[in-house]
């Protein structure tokens, strides 16, 4: 089972850093101190720090910045205005009251990532936006971290390459 398990972080490490020039993460460790959350968090933790550090390794491989960012307050800073509404976990959606900005909860969250992630490389903000983004709910491994989530942005070519995909 351990085993599998780690093949499937491979895997999923493999293709994120193949297929983008930069990931972002959120380094969880520190808002699951911060906000003491439940029992069994910490094991997903585990697993998610175990995660970043196979990310960090295929980074080096393939030549991709893997950058783990500050998660303080992503989910509940406006990505637009930057104003800071809490948020309980069921709100799915995010909805500025000061700017208007509305948008998935996670998505909100991953630009802020983004963002962070391009500040932490020394990136020039330009009026993209993320390539991808995926949260790790969406992967089955890594389920119980309901907050973590990766956002990745590509190359100029990447993008291209994710327009004509999206044409086909
Ligand atoms: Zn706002």
Redesign the pocket.
Known sequence: MRRKKLDFKHKVAAFYTSEYDAVFVENLHVKGMLEGERNGRNTAEVGWRDFIMVLKHHGRKRGCHVVDVDPEDTTKA??????K?KKPLWVREHS??????ETDRDYNAALNVWERGLDKLGVVHSEGTPAETATAVDADEFREVSASRVVDTGSPCLKERAAIAASE
């Open positions: 406006c990505h637009k205005c930057g104003v509404t500025c009251p000061s700017c208007g900005f």
